[in-house]
C-alpha cells in the first residue's frame, strides 16, 4: 500500500459545513494526488501536488482546496460541502512510474 | 492525455488466459500506456504499463500494437480475485503524472 493512509475513512456530513480528508504517507514521495469516485465513474483528478506548498488544479478543482504544509500529509478541504460531493475520495502518491492509491475515504453530504 | 476505449465488460472462465483490449488510436509518440484495476471499494491497483515494446511482470503481460493504437492486458491465469474493472490509460510523462480514467472494462471471472 506504499505507507499510504487516509482519514476518516467515512464521513457523513450536513450540506455548508466545512470538510477536510487526510492523505498522509511514510514515504517522502514529491507527488500527491486526491481524486474522486463517483458511481459507474473512472476516477477524476481534483488537485495535486508537487512538493511542499506546490499544488495545482485538476479536471474537477471547483468546491475544493488542498493544502501541503509538510511533504507527509495532503489535505483536500470542502470548505461549504454541497450534495454533489457525495462521493469516494481517493488519495495517491507517485513512486517511480506508478501511482499507489490509498484505501479511500468514503463521504456523505446530506 | 489521449483517450481510450475499452469495452464496458467482459466474462472469463477461471483458469483461462483474460484478453483485454483497449484502442487508443490518438496516442502520441512520448505517451505511455498504462493498466490499473480496481477491485470493488478499493483504490486502483497499478497492473503494468509500457511504450512500444511487450512488457511482462508478475501480474499481466502487455501487447502493444506496432502502430501503437491498441494494446491489450492479458492476465494468463485469470482467478476469482482478478474480478475487477481494469482501467486502460495513455499519458504523457511530462503532463504532472496525471492519470486520465474513463470508463473501463468490468471483468468477472467465473468458476
Known amino acids: 500500500d506504499a505507507g499510504i493512509t487516509q482519514s476518516p475513512r467515512h464521513k457523513v456530513t450536513e450540506t455548508g459545513t466545512p470538510v477536510t480528508l487526510r492523505c498522509h504517507q511514510t514515504e517522502n514521495h514529491r507527488y500527491m494526488y486526491w481524486y474522486r469516485q463517483d458511481p459507474g465513474h473512472g476516477l477524476r483528478l481534483i488537485h495535486y501536488?508537487?512538493?511542499?506548498?506546490?499544488?495545482d488544479k485538476g479536471e474537477v478543482s471547483d468546491g475544493y482546496s488542498v493544502s501541503r504544509s509538510k511533504t507527509e500529509d495532503f489535505l483536500l478541504t470542502l470548505e461549504s460541502a454541497t450534495s454533489s460531493q457525495t462521493s469516494v475520495y481517493f488519495c495517491?502518491?507517485?513512486?517511480?512510474?506508478?501511482?499507489?492509491f490509498g484505501p479511500g475515504t468514503r463521504l456523505t453530504v446530506l | 492525455d489521449a483517450k481510450t476505449t475499452q469495452p464496458p465488460s467482459m466474462d472469463c472462465a477461471e483458469g483461462r488466459a483474460a484478453n483485454l483490449p483497449c484502442n487508443h488510436s490518438?496516442?502520441?509518440?512520448?505517451?505511455?500506456v498504462y493498466w490499473y484495476r480496481q477491485i470493488h471499494s478499493q483504490g486502483p491497483q497499478y497492473i503494468i504499463h509500457?511504450?512500444?515494446n511487450n512488457e511482462t511482470n508478475e501480474m499481466a503481460s502487455l501487447i502493444i500494437t506496432e502502430d501503437r493504437k491498441s494494446s491489450t492486458l492479458i492476465l494468463p491465469h485469470a482467478t476469482l480475485r482478478d474480478t475487477a474493472v481494469y482501467y486502460c490509460?495513455?499519458?504523457?510523462?511530462?503532463?504532472?503524472?496525471?492519470?486520465?480514467f474513463g470508463g473501463g472494462t468490468r471483468v468477472l471471472v467465473k468458476p
Open positions: 490518438t496516442i502520441s509518440g512520448n505517451e505511455y
Open positions: 495517491a502518491i507517485q513512486e517511480y512510474n506508478e501511482q499507489f
Open positions: 501536488s508537487y512538493g511542499v506548498k506546490d499544488t
Open positions: 490509460i495513455v499519458r504523457d510523462k511530462a503532463a504532472g503524472n496525471k492519470l486520465t
Open positions: 509500457g511504450l512500444k
